[in-house]
T-cell receptor, first 111, second 112 residues
């Protein structure tokens, strides 16, 4: 089992809809969770961090964490064509400075 | 993060040639990382550093070495490049206050 798993997609949503991206992780002592956005040919860009159970909102983005079920999700409201990118989930195990990345979910927002 | 730069941005080399990639940062990150990114594999950690002259291996370190003689610079060396090392290489640094990693722009390396 991979340490961090994501559906590779592509996930296609119409413009204005809510895009829901999911990620599961295997290490129960994981403490920090991150979502990165990566446009084609560019480097990953951090868009959300979440450390405790529940929801964290930042503009059109909401990260949701459920440690009991070992999943973290990212919701993008009012999706725009500019949101079309690959979204990487990343997990840091407590006490370590190394982060494990999922392989990413490709999101396509259809105008 | 504009505080992390990489050079060169693109490089084409031949099998058996030594190659050094440079990462330079102005953010005073203590922790620095080198990743490679390949289709189907995502980002994989090659080596990381937790201070000047303090480095350790990641999950795909074979064929790579690193050096960090000062906080600002973290070098990745391919002693004898192979075609399997054709990839995009990213350098990253950690903001320790929030344990968030920020990436440089990447280097696309092609080994012929």
């Amino acid at each position: 089992q991979k340490e961090v798993e994501q559906n590779s997609g592509p996930l296609s949503v119409p413009e204005g809809a809510i895009a829901s991206l999911n990620c599961t992780y295997s290490d129960r002592v994981s403490q920090s969770f991150f979502w990165y956005r990566q446009y084609s040919g560019k480097s990953p860009e951090l868009i959300m961090s979440i450390y405790s159970n529940g929801d964290k909102e930042d503009g059109r983005f909401t990260a949701q964490l459920n440690k009991a079920s070992q999943y973290v999700s990212l919701l993008i409201r009012d999706s725009q064509p500019s949101d079309s990118a690959t979204y990487l989930c990343a997990v840091r195990v407590g006490g370590y400075q190394k982060v494990t990345f999922g392989t990413g979910t490709k999101l396509q927002v259809i105008p | 993060d504009a505080g992390i730069t990489q050079s060169p941005r693109h490089k084409v080399t031949e099998t058996g040639t030594p190659v050094t990639l440079r990462c330079h940062q102005t953010e005073n990150h203590r922790y620095m990382y080198w990743y490679r990114q390949d289709p189907g594999h995502g980002l994989r950690l090659i080596h990381y550093s937790y201070g000047v002259k303090d480095t350790d291996k990641g999950e795909v370190s074979d064929g790579y070495s690193v050096s960090r003689s000062k906080t600002e610079d973290f070098l990745l060396t391919l002693e004898s490049a192979t075609s399997s090392q054709t990839s995009v290489y990213f350098c990253a640094g950690t903001d320790e206050e929030y344990n968030e990693q920020f990436f440089g722009p990447g280097t696309r390396l092609t080994v012929l």
